[in-house]
T-cell receptor, first 118, second 117 residues
Framework: DTGVSQDPRHKITKRGQNVTFRCDPI?????LYWYRQTLGQGPEFLTY????????KSRLLSDRFSAERPKGSFSTLEIQRTEQGDSAMYLC????????????????FGPGTRLTVT | AQKITQTQPGMFVQEKEAVTLDCTYD???????LFWYKQPSSGEMIFLIY??????QNATEGRYSLNFQKARKSANLVISASQLGDSAMYFC??????????????FGKGMKLTVNP
C-alpha cells in the first residue's frame, strides 16, 4: 500500500493556460474524491467518482473544470483557461467505498498539488 | 449557514497535557458522520477519528477521543498527553446522509494547535 499519490506537487502557470493534475488512489479503493483548499480554509468538495462513474459535482466545479477517471483507476483534473482565483491546493482522496469492509468511510488523502496562477 | 463551525483560531498547550478542540455542526439529516483530520505543515490530511450519528458510544482512537454531544450538535476532539508532533492544523468535517451515500465531506475552517515543550 503506497498511499494516494498526486502529480505534480507544485504547478506554476500563467493566467489563461490549461493545467492537468493526476491522482493515483490506493489500488483497491473504489471511490475517489477531489477537493480544493485555499489559504486559511478547510478543503472544499469538488467532485467524486465511484469506479469510473462521476457521481457528484459541486457548484464550485465550473465548466472550465473537468475530471475523469478512465477505467476506474487514476483520475485527472483539468482546468482550462486558468484564472488567478484558481490558485489553491488541489487534494485528492480515496476510500474503499460502500460495502468494502471495516472503515469503508475513511478517506485517505494525497499530498496535494499546489497551483499558482500568475 | 455554516455546517461546521470551529471558533478557536489557535490554541497552545504544554507537552503531556490534554487539550480539547471544539467543533459544532448543523444538519437536519438524522444520519451523518463526523470526522477529525490533522494537517501538518507538509500539507497532507491525516484521518484521526470518526463518529457516526447513531453510534451509542463516543469514538476513541489511541490518544484521540471524540466528545459527541448530539443534542448540542457538538463533536469536540480530545487529545490526551499532547506530543510535540501534534502541532498542526486540525479540521472537523461532516458527511451528511448515510454511510454508503455521497460520502463527500464538508470541512470547517480549522484551528491551529501548537504544543510547547
Amino acid at each position: 500500500d503506497t498511499g494516494v499519490s498526486q502529480d505534480p506537487r507544485h504547478k506554476i502557470t500563467k493566467r489563461g493556460q490549461n493545467v492537468t493534475f493526476r491522482c493515483d488512489p490506493i489500488s483497491e479503493h473504489n471511490r475517489l474524491y477531489w477537493y480544493r483548499q485555499t489559504l486559511g480554509q478547510g478543503p472544499e468538495f469538488l467532485t467524486y467518482f465511484q469506479n469510473e462513474a462521476q457521481l457528484e459535482k459541486s457548484r464550485l466545479l465550473s465548466d472550465r473544470f473537468s475530471a475523469e477517471r478512465p477505467k476506474g483507476s487514476f483520475s485527472t483534473l483539468e482546468i482550462q483557461r486558468t484564472e488567478q482565483g484558481d490558485s489553491a491546493m488541489y487534494l485528492c482522496a480515496s476510500s474503499p467505498g460502500p460495502g468494502q469492509g471495516y472503515r469503508s468511510y475513511e478517506q485517505y488523502f494525497g499530498p496535494g498539488t499546489r497551483l499558482t496562477v500568475t | 449557514a455554516q455546517k461546521i463551525t470551529q471558533t478557536q483560531p489557535g490554541m497552545f498547550v504544554q507537552e503531556k497535557e490534554a487539550v480539547t478542540l471544539d467543533c459544532t455542526y448543523d444538519t437536519s439529516d438524522p444520519s451523518y458522520g463526523l470526522f477529525w483530520y490533522k494537517q501538518p505543515s507538509s500539507g497532507e490530511m491525516i484521518f484521526l477519528i470518526y463518529q457516526g450519528s447513531y453510534d451509542q458510544q463516543n469514538a476513541t482512537e489511541g490518544r484521540y477521543s471524540l466528545n459527541f454531544q448530539k443534542a448540542r450538535k457538538s463533536a469536540n476532539l480530545v487529545i490526551s498527553a499532547s506530543q510535540l508532533g501534534d502541532s498542526a492544523m486540525y479540521f472537523c468535517a461532516m458527511r451528511e446522509g448515510p454511510q454508503g451515500g455521497s460520502e463527500k465531506l464538508v470541512f470547517g475552517k480549522g484551528m491551529k494547535l501548537t504544543v510547547n515543550p
